[in-house]
Nanobody
Framework: QVQLAESGGGLVQAGGSLRISCAAL????????VAWFRQAPGKGRELVAA????????KYGDFVEGRFALSRDNANSTMYLQMNNLKPEDTGVYYC?????????????????WGQGTQVTVSS
């Protein structure tokens, strides 16, 4: 069982940067593949970024276009999403997730553990 908790969301102007964090409060975080998803009002949950358990392999949603970077610190059971050049369409609730599956996991259905989400709002 892995308990996840996000932090660091907030309000930022378009073009600005924000780093959100996800801490594993329990469980063996380093043995899980991880990801960030987001959900905008009235829309479904979409993949922002995913990483293998080592963090060496990553995959990003097409909309990221090099603006975001996922990193993980297994020693401290934490992962981060650095977001640069934010756009109003990046607004949404950002969730971190962990999966017992190996590799890059892109489908939300394959993630067993989820955080409660953190709100990111980008003003124009």
């Amino acid at each position: 069982q892995v308990q996840l908790a996000e932090s660091g969301g907030g309000l930022v102007q378009a073009g600005g940067s924000l780093r959100i964090s996800c801490a594993a409060l329990s469980g063996i975080f380093s043995r899980h593949s991880v990801a960030w998803f987001r959900q905008a009002p009235g829309k479904g949950r979409e993949l922002v970024a995913a990483a293998s358990w080592t963090g060496r392999d990553t995959k990003y949603g097409d909309f990221v276009e090099g603006r975001f970077a996922l990193s993980r610190d297994n020693a401290n059971s934490t992962m981060y999403l650095q977001m640069n050049n934010l756009k109003p369409e990046d607004t949404g609730v950002y969730y971190c997730a962990a999966s017992i599956r190996i590799g890059i996991i892109v489908d939300a259905i394959h993630y067993q553990y989820w955080g409660q989400g953190t709100q990111v709002t980008v003003s124009s």
